[in-house]
Nanobody, 122 residues
Framework: VQLQASGGGLVQAGGSLTLNCAAS????????MGWFRQASGEEREFVAT????????YCADSVNGRFTISRDNANRMIYLHMRNPKPEDTAVYYC????????????????WGEGTLVTVSS
């Protein structure tokens, strides 16, 4: 099983950035997918989830209206489209897979990637 996140880097506040996550080694279509983030010294927190069929998507209040999650089942990819990022969005971003569902609870997720660092400058 592998979840490879990429696309992180330095972005100016008010700009845009898209994170990618490539999945392999498991039945991607059977899993809800999520993005979480962890700032330095903080706990890992929920950012966004998408169900296997993309019929439902959820975002944390802190990013709602600015970030969008999407997935491409044919290519086994998920994306986090970050619009108008703020300095408080600076964190390591992780993609994760949850069998059957797409909840906000990180403890429910079965597989995790290694993360990609996003730094938002003011």
């Amino acid at each position: 099983v592998q979840l490879q996140a990429s696309g992180g880097g330095l972005v100016q506040a008010g700009g845009s950035l898209t994170l990618n996550c490539a999945a392999s080694g498991f039945a991607f279509g059977d899993y809800g997918m999520g993005w979480f983030r962890q700032a330095s010294g903080e706990e890992r927190e929920f950012v966004a989830t998408v169900t296997w069929s993309s019929s439902s998507k959820y975002c944390a209040d802190s990013v709602n209206g600015r970030f969008t999650i999407s997935r491409d089942n044919a290519n086994r990819m998920i994306y986090l489209h970050m619009r108008n990022p703020k300095p408080e969005d600076t964190a390591v971003y992780y993609c994760a897979a949850e069998k059957g569902l797409a909840t906000k609870d990180k403890d429910n997720y079965d597989y995790w990637g290694e993360g990609t660092l996003v730094t938002v400058s003011s």
